[in-house]
């Protein structure tokens, strides 16, 4: 990796870092978004997978109740971790030459869904098998395209959870499929294993802990809305531009 490209992936996972402190995730989002256009997409997955893993664990722990969203979302994550191996083992993964499309296209759903502000609800009697339905399904986007936001986050904001919550439920998710993810790369599955890419991976956690900081500093001295407004703008282009590209080549 040349000192050129060394510098822009830390901006980037800056960047990305950042929206993570500003909006509680976006980390591997923005991060794939963005990697995706200046390295393969299964070596922008793998340095992703420490930063990514390690930020939703500390989201999630740090919440108020750990074993009650534990108890209430276990066959969610089974299904994430099968979905995930699923898009790795049987759909090809990262490697896919779909993938590029399969990431700009999940990148423009979620950017239009996210400026629509829908207000989505998932009755009470519904949730227990169509959390499960929901994981299965973003596991295998995650195993594919390397972007945990779809269609669980969505599903989780339905549910109408307490702030508080939901940040905890979001955390939970992310680092069930981003360790699947990891499991699949470091077992040959998709990207190789490659221990220059774990210890890489590792080094990222620098500048996207940076980004975090200053994004968590951020959040009470910005409007939010807007953030959020240019946020989803940007992941539409971003992903627009991804697809095109994929479409081309």
Same mark, same amino acid.
């Given at each position: 990796?040349?000192?050129?490209?060394?510098?822009?992936?830390?901006?980037?996972?800056?960047?990305?870092?950042?929206?993570?402190?500003?909006?509680?995730?976006?980390?591997?989002?923005?991060? !794939?978004?963005?990697?995706? !256009?200046?390295?393969?997409?299964?070596?922008?997955?793998?340095?992703? =997978?420490?930063?990514? =893993?390690?930020?939703?664990?500390? &989201?999630?722990?740090?919440?108020?109740?750990?074993?009650?969203?534990?108890?209430?979302?276990?066959?969610?994550?089974?299904?994430?971790?099968?979905?995930?191996?699923?898009?790795?083992?049987?759909?090809?993964?990262?490697?896919?030459?779909?993938?590029?499309?399969?990431?700009?296209?999940?990148?423009?759903?979620?950017?239009v869904f996210g400026l629509s502000r829908l207000a989505l609800h998932t009755p009470a009697r519904l949730e227990?098998?169509?959390?499960?339905?929901?994981?299965?399904?973003?596991? =295998?986007?995650?195993?594919?395209?390397?972007?945990?936001?779809?269609?669980?986050?969505?599903?989780? &904001?339905?549910?109408?959870?307490?702030?508080?919550?939901? =940040? &905890?439920?979001?955390?939970?998710?992310?680092?069930?499929? !981003?360790?699947?993810?990891?499991?699949?790369?470091?077992?040959?599955?998709?990207?190789?294993?490659?221990?220059?890419?774990?210890?890489?991976?590792?080094?990222?956690?620098?500048?996207?802990?940076?980004? !975090?900081?200053?994004?968590?500093?951020?959040?009470?001295?910005?409007? &939010?809305?807007?953030?959020?407004?240019?946020?989803?703008?940007?992941?539409?282009?971003?992903?627009?531009?991804?697809?095109?590209?994929?479409?081309?080549?």
């Amino acid at each position: 990796m040349s000192l050129s490209l060394i510098a822009i992936v830390c901006v980037i996972l800056f960047a990305a870092g950042l929206v993570k402190g500003l909006t509680a995730m976006g980390l591997p989002t923005v991060g !794939m978004a963005l990697l995706s !256009m200046v390295m393969p997409p299964a070596e922008a997955a793998a340095l992703l =997978v420490v930063p990514a =893993v390690l930020t939703n664990l500390a &989201q999630f722990a740090t919440g108020p109740r750990r074993l009650a969203t534990i108890r209430r979302f276990w066959a969610l994550g089974l299904a994430t971790i099968a979905g995930t191996l699923l898009g790795a083992l049987l759909l090809g993964g990262l490697e896919s030459h779909l993938a590029p499309a399969l990431l700009g296209g999940t990148l423009v759903v979620y950017g239009v869904f996210g400026l629509s502000r829908l207000a989505l609800h998932t009755p009470a009697r519904l949730e227990p098998w169509l959390g499960p339905v929901m994981g299965l399904a973003s596991g =295998v986007l995650t195993g594919t395209t390397g972007v945990t936001v779809m269609p669980v986050a969505p599903f989780l &904001q339905s549910l109408q959870l307490d702030k508080e919550d939901l =940040v &905890q439920a979001l955390g939970l998710a992310f680092s069930v499929s !981003m360790l699947a993810l990891a499991a699949t790369l470091s077992m040959d599955f998709t990207a190789g294993g490659d221990l220059r890419l774990a210890a890489a991976s590792a080094a990222a956690l620098v500048p996207s802990l940076l980004g !975090m900081e200053i994004g968590r500093r951020l959040r009470i001295a910005i409007s &939010q809305a807007a953030f959020r407004r240019a946020f989803f703008a940007c992941l539409i282009l971003l992903g627009a531009n991804t697809l095109l590209r994929a479409v081309a080549f």
